[in-house]
């Protein structure tokens, strides 16, 4: 078990899965504005998916990281175990355990082997056992398994006579404690080297050199002087020329005779069947199953090495931390990263329709309005606070306004849009269209891409009129590659749509240059037919001064649905 330690719950800044430029550029912006303005002092960007060759070329050009990979909004259990671990090593014994979890008022603690590994774990109760013998009756109530070198150390004793610096290895100690007469000893030694154990016999005495004597002359496996009495020379070199290990401590016998139980080492009481969690599962998936088990504490696992990383306690599943999101470019959970749910939603940056299920138990910062791009935001918000972003983030902003404007071109395109690219522009030290050339030349997905980078670069998915609705969209300089490939990515459409259950899949591919969209659609023939654009066959259209999915796409793609429900 550890202390109250617990982690500081990151704040993340995160765009939508499968992100586009805009998505992944903005979520840096804004990163950046709250870490410069000392609202999110921590803020990390963030992503849910891969990103574009035009992306990663924008990220080249500013000279900054790719935000932080997340797969899983929940809180996993690496996250919310307690680091600062107490724990135990197998060979430590009664004394130093018991110390330590008196210390610290825990009643349980992992015991950890040298590589980091687990060998078990040990509960207070479990300390009587090295204590309180099971067998009360015979040699068994006298008999301790220790190493004399961890004896002497629980005593502090000295070492006299025969070295014990090698006597690690844990033995069977049969305990004399040589109190009687001298006739009485003596008898149970005989009777000890009768029985052939005389060698494991620990005789324990105090000032009674006829004692030592006998029990060496016998020999014994050691004699443990107490009280700090002192040990005359002759008995230390009887001792050496017998091989006796010779022990001398400062406690009386009754104290010596007790304390010589706390040498035994944990491992022989430690629990070896327990349960280990590895760092990545989400406390949510574990907390019903683990709640109801006898363990009280459990290990949490590093992924990589599968050495202990920290500890889960019952009482950490009450109320386990949640890691805090700001998210651009999107605003429902249908488009967020996994498990959104189970965290706690600070703010929210869009310019996108109002949908989904997105809902907070407080009030949140939400800002939504219709522009172009999100960057666009973010970009005004460092503007109305006096604060000049980096150049290398206000580079990573143009990008996003130049990627979801089509530099201005798209019809989404507003005032705004336009002045803060401008002013964002004079910050990186870019021309505009020098740098809109520039990105949408670089990797031509439809030249180069696999079907599923095609599809699943910039894909986002939506809930309307009861129909679940995929929309991809590829932005290149031409369409010359698109009638070759025309074949594979309508079968790749059709797949898409039959793996993830929607009803209408949608691929449209658009020219930046000329302003045009070729739309590949499959679905319901009703819903595919009352598309407002151009009917080449039955599933491809062309969509001429077709640019904006959002503004453009998605809402001839929601008339067709109400029309097709309308006859």
């Not at 849910?48 to 080249?60: A, F, H, I, Y």
Request: glycine share 6%; aromatic share 6%.
């Amino acid at each position: 078990m550890i202390g109250k330690t617990r982690f500081m719950e990151p704040f993340y800044v995160i765009g939508h899965k499968n992100p586009d430029t805009d998505a992944i550029c903005s979520a840096i912006g804004h990163a950046a504005l709250l870490r410069a303005s000392g609202e999110e002092p921590e803020a990390i960007a963030a992503r849910c998916g891969e990103m574009s060759q035009r992306t990663l070329w924008v990220l080249d050009k500013a000279k900054m990281d790719a935000p932080v990979l997340l797969t899983d909004a929940r809180t996993t259990a690496g996250m919310a175990c307690r680091k600062n671990v107490i724990s135990v090593l197998p060979s430590d014994t009664f004394l130093t355990a018991y110390n330590r979890m008196s210390a610290s008022a825990i009643r349980c603690v992992p015991v950890v082997k040298e590589d980091g590994s687990v060998a078990g774990m040990l509960q207070y109760i479990d300390l009587l056992r090295l204590l309180l013998p099971l067998d009360t009756e015979g040699l068994s109530v006298r008999t301790v398994h220790a190493s004399l070198n961890n004896l002497a150390s629980t005593l502090n004793a000295e070492s006299h006579g025969a070295t014990i610096c090698d006597q690690d290895e844990e033995e069977d100690l049969i305990l004399l404690v040589g109190a009687s007469s001298h006739d009485t000893v003596e008898s149970r030694l005989k009777e000890a080297a009768k029985d052939g154990n005389i060698a494991k016999f620990l005789v324990i005495c105090g000032d009674r050199p006829i004692v030592q004597r006998l029990a060496i002359d016998h020999g014994v496996r050691a004699l443990l002087v107490t009280g700090k009495n002192q040990i005359s020379q002759d008995i230390m070199d009887l001792a050496i020329a017998k091989g006796t290990v010779l022990l001398r401590c400062k406690q009386d016998t009754a104290s010596a005779n007790t304390l010589i139980r706390c040498s035994r080492t944990v491992r022989h009481v430690m629990q070896t069947a327990f349960i280990t969690v590895p760092e990545y599962e989400p406390v949510s998936k574990i907390r019903k199953q683990l709640i109801s088990l006898d363990q009280d504490l459990f290990p949490v696992m590093d992924s990589e090495t599968d050495a202990l990383l920290g500890v889960l306690a019952k009482s950490d599943f009450v109320d386990p931390p949640k890691l805090r999101f700001a998210l651009v470019d999107h605003n429902e959970y249908a488009q967020a990263i996994s498990g959104i749910e189970e965290a706690t939603i600070i703010e929210v940056i869009d310019h996108h329709r109002l949908s989904g299920d997105l809902v907070s138990r407080e009030p949140i910062r939400y800002l939504n309005e219709p522009v172009g791009s999100t960057s666009t935001l973010v970009a005004r918000k460092f503007f109305h606070r006096d604060l000049i972003p980096a150049p290398s983030v206000a580079l990573c902003l143009c990008g996003g306004i130049v990627s979801d404007t089509l530099c201005l071109t798209s019809p989404t395109t507003t005032k705004l849009d336009q002045k803060m690219l401008t002013w964002l522009a004079g910050i990186a030290r870019v021309d505009p269209k020098e740098f809109a050339d520039e990105f949408f030349a670089v990797g031509s997905l439809i030249a180069t891409g696999s079907t599923d980078e095609i599809i699943h670069t910039d894909r986002k998915e939506f809930n309307e009129g009861g129909m679940f609705i995929s929309i991809s969209q590829v932005e290149e300089r031409d369409l010359h590659g698109f009638e070759a490939r025309r074949q594979e990515l309508e079968d790749a459409l059709r797949a898409l749509q039959f793996e993830k259950g929607y009803d209408i899949a949608v691929l449209a591919v658009t020219d930046v240059a000329l302003l045009k969209s070729m739309v590949l659609a499959v679905g319901p023939e009703n819903v595919i037919a009352a598309l407002p654009f151009k009917r080449v066959d039955d599933t491809l259209y062309l969509a001429p001064g077709v640019v904006s999915r959002k503004r453009q796409i998605f809402p001839a793609v929601s008339d067709a649905i109400e029309h097709a429900a309308a006859l």
